[in-house]
């Protein structure tokens, strides 16, 4: 299992000008590693809706990457958007899922067949261009570079070890560097200088 910190260095180092649309446990080891927060969209309090979000901003922006930060739990949430984003074809659009097998953000309780699913056959199935899954931060750090130089859609599975949020959600604090979604929208847009 690959530690979330460690993971969103490396990946950092490949996202070049990329937009980066995160969610859920995603959010805090991203935005505590990022150093293009104009282009970061965190997509809080919508569970399983960051992968659409981020296919919005695939087929609005052709010429851009776009890469969203997932999670197992998520994914479950919304599994027909596998099907909807591989039938628009972005080829511009990396979905990574970060895989600890169950829900973190609310105390760690198992996702539904943690155990018995496949994200990536799912993803392929669905008719990604490409699907990859990774357990090993040094193999990841090696083949990041060539995944992210794919036509896409392109789906990566990555086995992470559980950052599980036991503290109740109205006296969290929120992590360095997340904004709240309208105001990395509004940011997004004069980066893009879009209206």
Known sequence: MINQYALMEVLQKYRNDSVVVSTMSGNTAWFQTSHLPARDVPVGGAMGKASSF????ALAQPNIKVLVIDGDGSLEMNLGSLVTIAGERP????HFVLENGMYAVTGGQPIPGADLVSFTDMSKAAGYAAAYEFDNLEDFAVQVEGVLSQKG????????????QSEPIGRRVRPAGVRSTTTAIHDLRESLGTQ
């Open 91 to 94: 080829e511009n659009l990396y």
């Open 54 to 57: 981020a296919l919005g901003i």
């Open 153 to 164: 859609p392109v789906f990566v599975a990555i086995k992470t070890e559980p950052e599980i």
